[in-house]
């Protein structure tokens, strides 16, 4: 079993920054952040593997990063240029595929609205 536990959402304004962090209980190969804005389908926002090879939806491109620190089990997602469409309930996730995650966080929301 793992633990996940997320941190640093929030309101921010339209083209501002917020970084989110994800703790997990124990080092696993794959790590996401997913993303379901009311209404909407959950949508795979960005994943990293412990190699550090990276996947980005199109909609992000350019716009956030996600990173890793192997030694301490974590995830971030840097979101910059925010924008009101990036408003949702963002969950981290892990496990051997970030495509079929294994666990998840209990999500954090982030809003973006002046």
């Known amino acids: 079993q793992v633990q996940l536990v997320e941190s640093g959402g929030g309101l921010v304004q339209p083209g501002g920054s917020l970084r989110l962090s994800c703790a997990a209980s124990?080092?696993?190969?794959?790590m996401a952040w997913f993303r379901q804005a009311t209404g909407k389908q959950r949508e795979l926002v960005a994943s990293?593997?412990?190699?550090?090879?990276?996947n980005y939806a199109d909609s992000v491109k350019g716009r956030f990063t996600i990173s890793r620190d192997n030694a301490k089990n974590t995830v971030y997602l840097q979101m910059n240029s925010l924008k009101p469409e990036d408003s949702a309930v963002y969950y981290c996730?892990?496990?051997?595929?970030?495509?079929?995650?294994?666990?998840w966080g209990q999500g954090t929301q982030v809003t973006v609205s002046s």
């Open positions: 990293i593997t412990s190699g550090g090879t990276t």
């Open positions: 996730t892990a496990g051997p595929s970030a495509l079929r995650p294994a666990y």
């Open positions: 124990r080092s696993i190969f794959s």
